[in-house]
């Protein structure tokens, strides 16, 4: 998607720092962390929010729970973490690329 930072990010044309990348995801630390470990888990297919998400594309959702399950071992924090996406700007998402974020590493504040 022309114009899409992560569909940037994920064909190489923006740099990251990637921890993680398969066939159908691509993690990265975010640019503006929130814990001591944030990380980006985008499927590697435009999918504005939960709302473009149907039997045809869930594999890649799907994906992106096997890659957390992976990233929590790597960066070793799987005493805890959570897992967030926001979907839709009165969420608060500010990329509309589906992504979830990881974050671990401090104690976590009450929803
Ligand atoms: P949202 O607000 O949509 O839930 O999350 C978007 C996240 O993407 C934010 O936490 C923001 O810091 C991160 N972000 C935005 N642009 C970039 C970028 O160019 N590189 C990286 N690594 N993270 C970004
Ligand atoms: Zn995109």
Same mark, same amino acid.
Request: some cysteine; glycine content about 6%.
């Given at each position: 998607?022309?114009?899409?930072?992560?569909?940037?990010?994920?064909?190489?044309?923006? *740099?990251?720092? #990637?921890?993680? %990348?398969? /066939?159908? &995801?691509?993690?990265?630390?975010? +640019?503006?962390?929130?814990?001591?470990?944030?990380?980006?888990?985008?499927?590697?297919?435009?999918?504005?929010?939960?709302?473009?998400?149907?039997?045809?594309?869930?594999?890649?959702?799907?994906?992106?729970?096997? *890659?957390?399950? #992976?990233?929590? %071992?790597? /960066?070793? &924090?799987?005493?805890?973490?959570? +897992?967030?996406?926001?979907?839709?700007?009165?969420?608060?998402?500010?990329?509309?690329?589906?992504?979830?974020?990881?974050?671990?590493?401090?104690?976590?504040?009450?929803?």
């Amino acid at each position: 998607m022309p114009d899409c930072i992560f569909c940037s990010i994920i064909n190489g044309s923006v *740099a990251s720092d #990637k921890v993680y %990348e398969d /066939e159908f &995801v691509c993690a990265f630390r975010d +640019i503006a962390p929130k814990a001591p470990v944030h990380i980006l888990i985008v499927p590697k297919m435009h999918l504005r929010d939960v709302s473009a998400v149907n039997a045809e594309n869930s594999q890649f959702v799907a994906k992106c729970f096997e *890659a957390a399950a #992976k990233i929590a %071992e790597s /960066e070793k &924090v799987t005493g805890g973490y959570r +897992i967030i996406s926001n979907n839709g700007a009165l969420a608060g998402q500010t990329v509309f690329h589906l992504h979830f974020h990881l974050l671990a590493g401090k104690k976590m504040s009450d929803l």
